[in-house]
């Protein structure tokens, strides 16, 4: 049965670890539904392993990772969620519109899907291009015209502007909020932090923490800064006893996992 209440997602003590590399160390964290919520941190810092654990193909140390109600991985979750990764999964030798109808016929969303979603990524013109011939802001279009296939609950974004345009960008930012006002939960990582102020929520992290989490305006106030790169650079000059939110720190007992991707298990 689909569960519309609680957060949409909630993370209890996660610990995960990649080959060597512990990278969540204890994390804890609870979004509500509804509402665009940034993912922001330097290269490295484990944005797209936490969104790998929200979306269940990540293998965890320990910790509960709950979304939309229930647990991370479970397969009734999978046309509840649309994930869209940092390299674009579309196939080159079909045309965008063909790679729809797939990805469409896979998830047994609706046939007007296909022309919702096209107009929505501004890809109409492209409708009948090769996937191969087209420009990587393009390409990463239909990735995303993809996700939005079935009107997932949930929206988890790898860095979806990169390589666009600023218009695009801009374009592509009206549409997060137009899904968000809908009632569809964004998690949008970016390496940009003037993408943050168009959040409704931001998340800093930082070696596999939580630095903050707030408004951006609440961000700003918190730290004094003028901007939230300031604001971002302020957290991280604190000392951890004065951040905002801090979570454990690595232990140095766990042994590497045997493998890092849980559908490979
Ligand atoms: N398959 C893997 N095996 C071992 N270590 C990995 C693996 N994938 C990622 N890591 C390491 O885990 C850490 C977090 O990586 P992650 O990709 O989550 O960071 P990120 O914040 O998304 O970075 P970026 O913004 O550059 O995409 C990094 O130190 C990275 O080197």
Redesign the pocket.
């Known amino acids: 049965m689909v569960n519309n209440e609680g957060p949409a997602i909630l993370i209890d003590n996660l610990v995960v670890?990649?080959?060597?590399?512990p990278?969540l160390h204890g994390l804890n964290l609870e979004i509500a539904r509804g509402g665009v919520v940034g993912l922001l941190?330097?290269?490295?810092?484990?944005?797209?392993?936490?969104?790998?654990a929200i979306v269940g193909v990540q293998v965890v140390k320990s910790g509960t990772v709950t979304v939309l109600g229930q647990s991370a991985g479970a397969a009734s979750l999978r046309r509840r969620i649309g994930y869209v990764t940092?390299s674009s999964s579309v196939y080159d030798d079909l045309t965008v519109r063909q790679n729809l109808q797939y990805f469409r016929a896979v998830l047994k969303a609706p046939k007007s899907d296909i022309d919702r979603v096209l107009e929505q990524t501004d890809l109409n013109a492209q409708a009948g291009q090769l996937v191969s011939s087209l420009s990587g802001g393009q390409r990463s279009r239909v990735s995303l015209a993809g996700a939005l296939l079935g009107r997932p609950e949930l929206l988890v974004l790898?860095?979806p502007t990169v390589g666009l345009d600023p218009v695009l960008r801009v374009e592509l930012w009206a549409l997060f909020h137009r899904l968000a006002d809908a009632g569809t939960t964004l998690l949008v990582?970016s390496?940009v932090m003037d993408e943050a102020t168009r959040c409704d929520r931001l998340l800093l992290?930082r070696d596999?923490e939580i630095l903050a989490d707030d408004t951006p305006a609440g961000l700003l106030t918190s730290t004094g800064a003028a901007d939230t790169e300031t604001a971002f650079l302020t957290l991280i000059g604190r000392p951890p006893s004065e951040q905002p939110s801090s979570s454990e720190q690595p232990s140095s007992t766990e042994q590497p996992s045997s493998t890092?991707?849980r559908s490979a298990s």
């Not at 941190?41 to 790998?52: A, D, H, N, V, Y």
């Open positions: 670890r990649r080959g060597r590399n990278v941190g330097p290269s490295g810092c484990g944005k797209t392993t936490l969104m790998r940092q790898d860095e990582s390496h992290m596999g890092d991707d």
